[in-house]
């Protein structure tokens, strides 16, 4: 009997995880596929690219063929000094064409059209980019509140059994009310921290939950002892000269350099001549003044020529808000350059720095374990109290804490150092995700209770 209820309790799992509405951890992929699906700023990118995309052949259109129908009725009546009043319907149906020779300012318009395009695709992409930190930044966030809130959580179990140690050892007369009261007093500060921490924990799970669509599950974990690294290449001068070229800001500034320019080619052709082909094909039914109908088919084509000679100074002062614009855009370009390279040293030197920070804390987790040992060896022969194993646990937990939330940070710089050059994608989230595994019920190490 007992062998097959251990049978059974063996795969009770494996049957619960093929029911329907099972729990799994959350991996950062699966939670940036949940989030781009649902994400407004994208959506808003993307419908902003699909309406700039229309521009096109709009503007094409100024340089194709238009052909118009026409048609005419009317009601006519003749009513002479002498004679009988003749009533009369003129009719008339006429097809008319015209074919652009010689547009130069629609050239323009649909050359601007297409890069205005260029920009919406490099926009919906910042977008993308953008959602990978902000989904990444919100998956540690809630992973560091968890931490911060066990972190807590061991101490308070270490405290609970300092403060019931206390309580034994005050009734049999070994201890003061001060060590109690010592014990209290850190017992009710634990309570409160947990209180916040738990809010704070809450809060982030909130935040991850409105980027995915749905209440924030079980996420995956760093594996314990990860290696991290600095991203290619590896000096600072190097990432910077990609940002100032491959910045998606940058490129965007590029683009609206480039229709600046030629805005105003644009509006200088206003000076210059167009040249149409022109045609039409018709039919009418009419009276004359002698009071007989007249009908005539009628057919024309031609070409039509027009030369601007003065249009009040108009073009010459949109061709000076041109040039003005343009140097705007120049400035623009440049701004983005140097705020895209101040962005990628940041960046990068707070990936260095956090690595230099992830390696002081790898050595301070080894040492505090070692604390931890000399300590709980020291209260079994009875050199140290029990005061000093909780301090040296303490001490641990939270090395591990500011040791995982300094990974934490390593990665999410790392991938704002990839955004600063535009180069941030999904194949990172998954070399991410590799690092990920799911959550483990860990022993609690508690603190040993006086005998």
Same mark, same amino acid.
């Given at each position: ?309 003065? !249009?009040?100074? @108009?073009?010459? #002062?949109? *061709? /000076?808000?041109?040039? $003005?614009?343009?140097?705007? &855009?120049?400035?623009? %370009? ?15 030197? !707070?990936?260095? @720095?956090?690595? #230099?920070? *992830? /390696?002081?804390?790898? $050595?301070?987790?080894?040492? &505090?374990?070692?604390? %931890? ?79």
């Amino acid at each position: 009997m007992a062998h097959r209820l251990t049978a059974y309790a063996r795969t009770m799992p494996f049957v619960l995880a093929l029911l329907p509405g099972a729990s799994f951890a959350m991996d950062l992929v699966e939670a940036y596929r949940a989030a781009i699906a649902i994400d407004p700023l994208v959506a808003s990118a993307n419908s902003q690219l699909a309406a700039t995309r229309e521009r096109v052949p709009q503007a094409k259109s100024g340089l194709l063929p238009a052909i118009n129908a026409t048609a005419a009725v009317s009601r006519q009546r003749v009513d002479p000094n002498i004679g009988v009043n003749r009533t009369f319907t003129p009719q008339s149906y006429g097809v008319n064409l015209s074919y652009p020779l010689l547009r130069l300012q629609n050239v323009e318009t649909f050359e601007q059209s297409k890069l205005a395009v260029a920009a919406g695709e490099t926009q919906l992409e910042l977008a993308r980019q953008d959602l990978i930190v902000r989904v990444t930044l919100a998956y540690f966030d809630v992973l560091a509140a968890q931490d911060n809130l066990e972190t807590i959580q061991a101490q308070k179990r270490a405290i609970t059994e300092q403060l019931a140690s206390a309580k034994r050892n005050f009734e049999v007369g070994t201890a003061t009310i001060t060590d109690q009261q010592e014990a209290q007093s850190r017992f009710d500060l634990s309570e409160a921290q947990e209180a916040v921490a738990t809010f704070e924990l809450n809060t982030k799970r909130a935040a991850l939950a409105q980027l995915i669509g749905k209440p924030a599950p079980e996420l995956s974990v760093l594996r314990p002892g990860i290696l991290l690294s600095v991203p290619g290449p590896a000096r600072e001068s190097e990432w910077t000269e990609r940002a100032r070229a491959d910045n998606l800001l940058v490129q965007q500034a590029r683009v609206a350099t480039e229709i600046a320019t030629r805005e105003i080619d644009k509006q200088r052709y206003g000076h210059y001549p167009t040249l149409d082909l022109v045609g039409s094909v018709g039919y009418a039914e009419s009276s004359t003044a002698q009071l007989f109908n007249i009908n005539y088919n009628q057919a024309a084509i031609g070409v039509q020529f027009n030369l601007p000679l003065y !249009a009040g100074g @108009g073009i010459d #002062a949109k *061709v /000076r808000e041109a040039a $003005a614009l343009k140097d705007k &855009s120049f400035s623009d %370009l440049e701004n983005a350059r140097r705020q895209a390279e101040q962005t990628a040293r940041q960046s990068f030197l !707070a990936v260095n @720095g956090g690595l #230099a920070q *992830v /390696r002081a804390l790898e $050595a301070a987790e080894k040492s &505090s374990k070692l604390a %931890l040992d000399s300590n709980l060896l020291g209260y079994q022969v009875g050199v140290r109290i029990n005061i000093d194993v909780l301090n040296a646990q303490q001490q641990l937990y939270t090395t591990q804490r500011d040791l995982s939330k300094a990974r934490y940070d390593v990665i999410l710089n790392g991938m704002r150092l990839k955004l600063t050059t535009g180069g941030l994608s999904e194949e990172d989230l998954e070399r991410v995700s590799k690092l990920l595994e799911p959550p483990t019920a860990a022993a609690p190490v508690t603190a040993p209770a006086t005998k």
